[in-house]
C-alpha cells in the first residue's frame, strides 16, 4: 500500500534553513513522480517543487528558484526538499505527493494528484 510520511516541518526566522524529507513506501521512485506542496489557509495547495521518477528531471514555483532545492534518496526511498534563505511567505503546510504524471501536470491542477501525505508545517517569522 503507498504510503507517504513528511517531517522536517519547524519554526525558524526569516534566512533560515529547514530540510523537509518525503518517506515513500509501497511505490518506486523509479515509477513515480514526486512533488511538494504548500497549503496556507484559504488558498488552494500549489506546487512548490518536483522532481520526475524516470530521469530526475527538476521543476520549481519561480518564486522559490535559487532557494530550494529538490533531491532525492533511492536506497531510502525519500524525497528531500531542502529550503534556503527562508522568507514569511513560504509559510504553510508542506505537502508530499505521488503520481504518475508528469510534473508539469500536477502543478497545473494539484486536484489531480493521487497520493498524499499527511503535511508537516513550516512557520517563517520573526
Known amino acids: 500500500q503507498l504510503q507517504l510520511v513528511e517531517a522536517g516541518g519547524d519554526s525558524v526566522q526569516p534566512g533560515g534553513s529547514l530540510r523537509l524529507a518525503c518517506v515513500a513506501s509501497g511505490i518506486s521512485l523509479d515509477w513515480y513522480v514526486i512533488g511538494w506542496f504548500r497549503q496556507v489557509p484559504g488558498k488552494e495547495r500549489e506546487g512548490i517543487s518536483c522532481i520526475s521518477g524516470n530521469d530526475g528531471k527538476t521543476l520549481y514555483k519561480e518564486s522559490v528558484k535559487g532557494r530550494f532545492t529538490i533531491s532525492r534518496d533511492k536506497g531510502k526511498n525519500t524525497v528531500y526538499l531542502q529550503m534556503n534563505s527562508l522568507k514569511p511567505e513560504d509559510t504553510g503546510v508542506y505537502y508530499c505527493?505521488?503520481?504518475?504524471?508528469?510534473?508539469?501536470?500536477?502543478?497545473?491542477?494539484?486536484?489531480?494528484?493521487?497520493?498524499w501525505g499527511r503535511g508537516t508545517q513550516v512557520t517563517v517569522s520573526s
Open positions: 505527493g505521488a503520481d504518475i504524471r508528469i510534473c508539469e501536470v500536477i502543478f497545473g491542477d494539484t486536484t489531480i494528484v493521487e497520493n
